[in-house]
């Protein structure tokens, strides 16, 4: 980064509005994306059709802001951007592809394995060591996520695999995001990202175009903007507080997710549901708090 880059201020009541505000947003993305996944505002969309709308609309918002700000770009990683992207574009795409299909409390609670992917990828390819505590928290994410695949006869969900595979990848994405921290400015890093996004989905999208609907248009819309401000308040929150008091706030996404499902959708979640995700919330908790032992020690 230049000499003249100065993180924001502390500011912790800021950064919990601000971290609140992304989960919110988070969670309207995949309303958006279970909408356009569905035949509620026209024939459903390709999941991938999906991604390509939220990269776009995405780098859409951002270049809007960057025609403003003119923030310089100042050498990229280009082989570590286009890691993160590849992966996050596969995640994200499966990841639209499982709210379609499963109650998107469930799709948002077995993405919070993410963390826990991050962690089992990071000893071979970062070479980190993890101990019992870590070990442990991982065990109990996963054991909530064997929950919500309901495994039985009659109600197994194989649409929630989909989302354990998009947490997985996610998890590979992480790897990359945490080899670009602290190399380049955040905004840079978004901006690229959305860009190089746009470039993958593009190519990608051609087997499945369709014309969307003017209300799928709107919805495209609404997800990448929606995605590009919740990243945008994500990182603003991250650099006003330490992590181990903002991240506990990112939970809130799944009870946004529950409230929308609910509401729009008429989607309740059962027992089960609430079981496998607050088991998946136990160790994601648990393995937060120990990263955050870590980092202070």
Not at 202 to 219: G, H, K, R
Request: net charge positive; glycine share 8%; with cysteine.
């Amino acid at each position: 980064m230049s000499d003249s880059f100065r993180a924001p201020a502390s500011n912790r009541p800021l950064a919990m509005l601000l971290m609140l505000t992304a989960s919110a947003l988070v969670a309207v993305t995949t309303l958006f994306a279970k909408a356009l996944g569905t035949d509620v505002l026209g024939p459903a969309l390709h999941p991938v059709q999906v991604t390509h709308g939220r990269f776009l609309f995405a780098l859409l918002a951002l270049s809007s802001v960057a025609a403003v700000l003119q923030p310089r770009i100042s050498r990229p990683h280009w082989g570590l951007h286009i890691g993160r992207t590849t992966f996050g574009f596969a995640g994200v795409t499966l990841m639209f592809a499982a709210v379609a299909r499963i109650p998107m409390s469930d799709a948002t609670a077995i993405t919070f394995l993410n963390p826990v992917f991050a962690m089992m990828l990071a000893i071979p390819l970062l070479g980190e060591r993890v101990g019992r505590v870590r070990w442990s928290a991982a065990a109990i994410a996963m054991c909530g996520a064997l929950i919500l695949l309901r495994p039985g006869p009659s109600s197994f969900q194989p649409a929630a695999l989909l989302a354990v595979g998009s947490a997985a990848i996610m998890g590979l994405e992480v790897i990359f995001i945490k080899k670009l921290a602290g190399r380049e400015r955040p905004f840079q890093v978004l901006l690229i990202n959305n860009a190089l996004g746009l470039v993958i989905a593009s190519c990608a999208v051609i087997p499945f175009w369709q014309m969307p609907t003017s209300s799928q248009w709107i919805a495209l819309a609404g997800l990448g903007t929606a995605m590009a401000m919740a990243q945008a308040c994500y990182i603003n929150a991250m650099a006003r507080a330490e992590a181990s008091f903002v991240a506990p706030f990112a939970y809130a996404t799944l009870v946004f997710a529950a409230l929308y499902d609910s509401v729009i959708f008429g989607v309740i979640p059962d027992a089960v549901s609430f079981l496998g995700a607050g088991t998946i919330l136990c160790g994601a908790a648990v393995l937060a708090w120990r990263e955050g032992r870590r980092r202070s020690a």
